[in-house]
T-cell receptor
Framework: KAGVTQTPRYLIKTRGQQVTLSCSPI?????VSWYQQTPGQGLQFLFE???????NKGNFPGRFSGRQFSNSRSEMNVSTLELGDSALYLC?????????????FGPGTRLTVL | GQQLNQSPQSMFIQEGEDVSMNCTSS?????WLWYKQDPGEGPVLLIA?????ELTSNGRLTAQFGITRKDSFLNISASIPSDVGIYFC????????????FGQGTELSVKP
């Protein structure tokens, strides 16, 4: 079974721009969660999508948004980029069931904001 | 943001030694997960724990779900150079769906 894939792997943007990151979950998984990883704050939960609906949300500003498509692929968008948005963005896929919710991570997208 | 208290932050050990790290939380979790992350990669799931008191092994790795549901530990026996990396604990509350709360990580260095 193919693992979680994320594109692009690396991205360089300037302040004020917007960016879209993509995540393809493991086949059959219906839940996709997004995390931001920085040296200072560690791994922080952004949001989770399950069956095209946002099921849970972390404490990030509204500039961070996401969506999920009918094939479970998910995108994350960050508008009006700030320097502090530079981070490794990780997505995790899981079946999303209470009885089976182990999360498997992709390799991440390294975003650098200049 | 909310985090678990993971210790130690870093460890420098000799190949062949055993390693132990732990996580504590002020919240009760219904799931504890342990991940390893190599530089430039995403975390890789090592062990998942679902019941208080549960002890689970994966090769040389053993993890336990604390009986209070507020802590967990991970042991690595007979460490080898490829064990080098950052180990994270993550907890999940039953009503929070896919939301994982992560520890700060334990950076492990193994001297051959």
């Amino acid at each position: 079974k193919a693992g979680v894939t994320q594109t692009p792997r690396y991205l360089i943007k300037t302040r004020g721009q917007q960016v879209t990151l993509s995540c393809s979950p493991i086949s059959g998984h219906r839940s996709v969660s997004w995390y931001q990883q920085t040296p200072g704050q560690g791994l922080q939960f952004l949001f989770e999508y399950f069956s095209e609906t946002q099921r849970n949300k972390g404490n990030f500003p509204g500039r961070f948004s996401g969506r999920q498509f009918s094939n479970s692929r998910s995108e994350m968008n960050v508008s009006t980029l700030e320097l502090g948005d530079s981070a490794l963005y990780l997505c995790a896929s899981s079946p999303g069931l209470a009885s089976d919710n182990e999360q498997f991570f992709g390799p991440g997208t390294r975003l650098t904001v200049l | 943001g909310q985090q678990l208290n993971q210790s130690p932050q870093s460890m420098f050990i000799q190949e062949g030694e055993d390693v132990s790290m732990n996580c504590t939380s002020s919240s009760i979790f219904n799931t504890w997960l342990w991940y390893k992350q190599d530089p430039g990669e995403g975390p890789v799931l090592l062990i998942a724990l679902y019941k208080a008191g549960e002890l689970t092994s994966n090769g040389r790795l053993t993890a336990q779900f604390g009986i209070t549901r507020k802590d967990s530990f991970l042991n690595i026996s007979a460490s080898i150079p490829s064990d080098v990396g950052i180990y994270f604990c993550a907890g999940q509350e039953w009503y929070q769906g896919g939301k994982l709360i992560f520890g700060q990580g334990t950076e492990l260095s193994v001297k051959p």
